[in-house]
């Protein structure tokens, strides 16, 4: 009986043990940015959102084209806005969270990527003009 209830002990302490293990793992879920903006500062915005993304293990989705095809679709998850046109003369781009995205730090760590000298060497790269702060 003794024996029995060691080795009982002994495989609730490694379950216990390997759960302490995984659990942490398992509970570092990847959050969801929804982006929507028009095709011009695309090219930009993907490859910020992708460094964004690895670094704080978010998934980026980015909805792109003229506002018609998406402003529905975005009046219910878009967390964050952006615009400007490659035709501009300046090329710059906006960008905006929306009342969602004012909710969600990773959305508002996002703006500050984008405004930071690394965001805007990323656009500066694809021919936008920015200023950092």
């Known amino acids: 009986m003794r024996l029995r209830l060691f080795h009982s002990v002994s ?3 490694s379950i216990v043990s390997l759960s302490a293990l995984i659990l942490p793992v ?3 879920a990847e959050e969801t940015l929804h982006l929507y903006g028009p095709g011009g500062p695309y090219p ?4 910020a959102a992708a460094v964004f993304g690895k670094r704080y293990k978010a998934e980026m989705e ?3 084209g003229p506002t018609n095809e998406w402003v529905e679709k975005a009046k219910s ?3 964050v806005i952006y615009s ?6 300046y090329r ?6 929306t009342p969602r995205g004012k909710r969600k730090a990773l959305a508002r760590n996002l703006i500050e990527f984008l405004e930071s000298a690394e965001g805007a060497k990323i656009f500066e790269k694809w ?3 920015t200023e950092t702060k």
């Open 11 to 13: 495989l609730i302490l």
């Open 26 to 28: 398992m509970s570092v």
């Open 44 to 47: 930009a915005m993907q490859e």
């Open 62 to 64: 980015i909805v792109v």
């Open 77 to 79: 998850d878009a967390d």
């Open 84 to 89: 400007g046109s490659e035709y501009m003369i």
């Open 92 to 97: 710059d781009c906006g960008i905006a969270l």
């Open 127 to 129: 021919g936008w003009v």
